[in-house]
């Protein structure tokens, strides 16, 4: 049973525009979210996350939004760059982020100039 | 700052050895540590908590036995796979993480292949 789905394998954006990667939850626990952003054979790189008390936090040209209601999340990243072009993971934790993360399968980004 | 890293990057291996990996912070101190487990188009896989000076706490699925974790220290931790089998191969990629308020930071991953 997957806790965390990101139902969008690939997303292809032009450069410039804004890209949406979008996540849902399952788990009510669930109290702090992150995005990573990650290349094959390498860890994952931690890029923005929020809190449950917040509905949006925004970081340079990345903005994470947070629908509790709908147990929603997504990532804009805007304008959308050729370096963005990566594999992006949501994920969730509970415990205010000290425990361990329940990713997504991941949305593969393609940035095309 | 907040480097973790990881040795080795690459470990290929008879079946029936034992590989150990460390997780290191070189940078901050972690009281806690999490190996994670990702298969080849599957997303990463919590396998088990590390927090130093205490025994693991290891996800359902997860032998704690094949998969020994030790935490020494606040800057490290281990995760050795006993007696690897083909099955064990996969990507192993372990984060720590500083404390309250502050986000996991993952290494840069072990590739173990078992032949």
């Known amino acids: 049973d997957q806790q965390v789905k990101q139902n969008s394998p690939s997303l292809s954006v032009q450069e410039g525009r804004i890209s949406i990667l979008n996540c849902d939850y399952t788990?009510?626990?669930?109290?702090?979210f992150l995005w990573y952003k990650k290349y094959p054979a390498e860890g994952p790189t931690f890029l923005i996350s929020i809190s449950s008390i917040k509905d949006k936090n925004e970081d340079g040209r990345f903005t994470v939004f947070l629908n509790k209601s709908a147990k929603h999340l997504s990532l804009h990243i805007v304008p959308s760059q050729p370096g963005d072009s990566a594999v992006y993971f949501c994920a969730a934790t509970s415990g205010g982020g000290a425990d361990g993360l329940t990713f997504g399968k991941g949305t593969h980004l393609i940035i095309q100039p | 700052g907040a480097v973790v890293s990881q040795h080795p990057s690459w470990v290929i291996c008879k079946s029936g050895t034992s590989v150990k990996i460390e997780c290191r912070s070189l940078?901050?101190?972690?009281?806690?540590m999490f190996w994670y487990r990702q298969f080849p188009k599957q997303s990463l896989m919590l396998m088990a908590t590390?927090?130093?000076?205490?025994?693991?706490?290891?996800e359902q699925g997860v032998e704690k036995d094949k998969f020994l974790i030790n935490h020494a220290s606040l800057t490290l931790s281990t995760l050795t796979v006993t007696s690897a089998h083909p099955e064990d191969s996969s990507f192993y990629i372990c984060s720590a993480f500083p404390g309250i308020g502050q986000t996991q930071y993952f290494g840069p991953g072990t590739r173990l292949l078992v032949l």
């Open positions: 940078d901050f101190q972690a009281t806690t």
């Open positions: 590390s927090n130093e000076g205490s025994k693991a706490t290891y």
């Open positions: 788990n009510s626990m669930f109290d702090y």
